[in-house]
C-alpha cells in the first residue's frame, strides 16, 4: 500500500503524556505532521509538546468524557484547520484475580480503553470525515488472546478491536479508513507497573516466547508510524502477532487449559495483590479523578 507523507498532516494523539503515545508524538512531529496532545498529565503534555519540531498544542481532557472531547475536537479544529489522524491510544490497566478486584478500578479499565476510545472517536469523525482521514485505535495482543488475571483489560482491548472493525465498514464509503494496532508487551510505565507485583511478573515470564518478553518502544512505535503513514487497517508493533491471527481461534481453549494449571500453582500467592490502576499513567488517571470528586 501506498504511503501517505505526513508533512502539513494534523495528527491527534490520546494518551501523549508518556509511553507510547509520548514517543509517538515526537516521531509524527519529526515527519512533518502537527500534533494535538491529549491527556490527564497537563504539565508532562507541556513538557511533550515544548519537544517537538514542529506546531503542535495540548488539551487537559478525560477521554470518557463526551462534552470535553467535543470541545477538544472543536478546537483542534479552529487552532489547525483540520484534522486528518487520530490515534485513540489512551489507556489504563489493572491485574490480579477478578473475584478480588476492586470493582472501581475494573470499571475504570473499560470506561478508559473501551467508552474513551468511542468517545474519542465520535468526537472526531466529523473532520475526519471532512479531511477522508484515518483513525488509528490501538488495541493489544489481549484483543487476540485471553489471560488470567487481566479480565478487564482483555475484555476491553477485545471490545475495542470489534469496536473498531465494525466501525471501518460503517465509515469508508465516506472516505475515512480505520486501523487496529496491536502491541505485545513493550516497555511503558504501564507494562513496568505491572511487573512491580511479583506474581504478575513471574506469570508473565512464564508465558511461551516470543509473549514473554518485553519488547523496546522505539521499534514498535516506528511500525505504529509507517502503519499510519500506510492507513493500514491492521497495525502490529512487533512482527510476529500478525502470526497470531491465523492461530486464535484456539487460544482460549489453549489458555483456559494451561491458565488453570498455572493459576492452581499460584493460588497461595495471591493474596494481597494490588488491584488497583498500575503505572505512572493509572496513577495520574486516580489522581485526576479524586480531584475531579473533590
Not at 508533512?7 to 491527534?12: D, L, M, T
Request: with cysteine.
Amino acid at each position: 500500500m501506498s504511503r501517505v507523507g505526513l508533512e502539513g498532516q494534523v495528527a491527534v494523539v490520546t494518551g501523549a503524556a508518556r509511553g507510547v503515545g509520548e514517543l509517538l508524538a515526537r516521531k509524527l512531529s519529526a515527519r512533518g505532521a502537527t500534533v494535538a496532545l491529549v491527556g490527564l498529565e497537563e504539565e508532562a503534555l507541556k513538557e511533550v509538546s515544548g519537544r517537538l519540531h514542529g506546531d503542535s498544542a495540548y488539551w487537559y481532557a478525560d477521554v470518557t468524557d463526551h462534552e470535553a472531547m467535543g470541545r477538544v475536537a472543536r478546537e483542534v479544529k479552529e487552532r489547525f484547520g483540520k484534522v486528518d489522524i487520530v490515534v485513540a491510544n489512551a489507556g489504563v490497566a489493572n491485574g490480579g484475580p477478578f473475584a478480588e478486584s476492586d470493582p472501581v478500578a475494573w470499571r475504570r479499565v473499560i470506561e478508559v480503553n473501551l467508552i474513551g476510545s468511542a468517545v474519542t472517536a465520535r468526537a472526531f469523525l466529523p473532520v475526519l470525515t471532512e479531511s477522508r482521514g484515518y483513525l488509528l485505535q490501538i488495541a493489544s495482543l489481549a484483543a487476540i488472546t485471553p489471560a488470567p488475571m487481566m479480565t478487564a483489560y482483555c475484555a476491553s482491548k477485545a471490545g475495542v478491536e470489534a469496536y473498531a472493525h465494525s466501525l471501518r465498514a460503517e465509515v469508508g464509503h465516506q472516505g475515512v479508513r480505520v486501523g487496529v494496532g496491536y502491541l505485545s508487551w513493550t516497555d511503558t510505565d504501564m507494562v513496568r507497573g505491572a511487573d512491580q507485583d511479583e506474581v504478575m511478573r513471574e506469570l508473565r515470564q512464564r508465558l511461551p516466547w516470543p509473549a514473554n518478553k518485553t519488547y523496546p518502544l522505539g521499534p514498535a512505535v516506528d511500525r505504529i508510524v509507517a502503519g499510519i503513514e500506510r492507513r493500514s487497517a491492521h497495525v502490529y508493533g512487533q512482527r510476529w502477532l500478525r502470526g497470531m491471527q491465523g492461530v486464535r481461534g484456539y487460544l482460549p481453549t489453549l489458555i483456559g487449559t494451561v491458565g488453570q494449571r498455572e493459576m492452581k500453582r499460584f493460588a497461595p500467592r495471591l493474596q494481597g495483590m494490588r488491584t488497583g490502576l498500575v503505572g505512572a499513567g493509572g496513577a495520574a488517571d486516580e489522581e485526576a479523578r479524586a480531584t475531579h470528586r473533590n
